[in-house]
């Protein structure tokens, strides 16, 4: 990660001061095709960090995908010191079958640091590491919840370490959550490069939700302009102040059959609330899902059918959590003055 540098990334190399596409091949599909990957890389002609902003490692989370776009898209993007790397798709098979898996079934973010003579999977998360996550200081990676599943805005990160932290809080979402290093993941092995990471989790797979767009859009512009990357604009909303959680559990569907939710996301529910009734077709039983703990609802099922076990609501420990839901507010306020899809929020 030398700056200042010129900065190759497979045959190419891409000076300060330019913007160029390029496209970074993956492999070759069954037809003799080419699969690449795209790839947007902006230089600013001062030097400074190497940031890059990945999405749909699972192919199927596509709230990502269109926060890359409009960021890109945007005339208030504008670099002034350092690299930013755009890696809109990174998982192309995936996002072409609508599947949060590669071709083999294996998750690509379970896959790193991967191998030259590996599985396709493998092979791809060596070749990413290589070509782009090696050479970068920070990295933002985009997500979604799974299928069926919805997670409210939050940033996932190392939150004891001092800069992460910091990078965290400048986001600008209402919730952070700790969140320790998962085996074989692009956060793992990021970290191991010496990379910082801050995984942003909002909305649900093949869905596009518009408050986590715009959320992850200016979550982007705040963490740029807080490593002197952008020029801060003049505030005109009200700054939300994260809160932070170290502990948070699923809680799982008591029985199988149909759901009638109580509790919604983003909801404070104490221990002992009744967050949702599991009921069988023939109405031969109702089972209640209480709650086992207080705290605020930062994920759920969205689909009304469960199997015994399934996980249903996810809840986050907070010290005040009647703090996030303010928060929850006030980012509606701030981001969803009108529903304008296309606007631009940065």
Known sequence: ?????????????????SRIKLQL??????TDTDMS?????????KDGPTVFISAAIHGDELNGIEIVRRLLDSPSFKLITGTVIAVPIVNVYGMLMQSRYMPDRRDLNRSFPGSTNGSLTSRLAHMFLTEIVSKCHYCIDLHTGAIH???LPQIRANLKDPETAKLA??????????????DGSLRQAADESGTKVLLY??????????????????GIFNVLVSLGMVSKRRRTEPKIEPLVAYKSSWLRAPESGIVRDRKSLGDYVKRGDLLADVCSPTGAYSKPLLAN?????IGKQNIPLVQEGDAMFHIALFDDPKDVVDNMDQLHENLMPEMDPQSIVV
């Open 37 to 45: 990957i795209p790839v947007e890389v902006i230089r600013a002609k």
């Open 1 to 17: 990660m030398v700056t200042g540098a010129p900065l190759k990334i497979g045959s190419h190399v891409i000076e300060p001061g």
């Open 149 to 151: 599943r919805s997670n």
């Open 293 to 297: 703990r207080s705290g605020i609802i």
């Open 25 to 30: 091949s993956a492999a070759r599909l069954y």
């Open 201 to 218: 989790e909002a909305g649900e797979a093949l869905r596009f939700d518009e408050l986590s767009i715009r959320a992850g859009i200016k």
């Open 169 to 182: 809080h400048a986001f600008g979402v209402p919730v952070l959550l700790n969140s320790d290093l998962r």
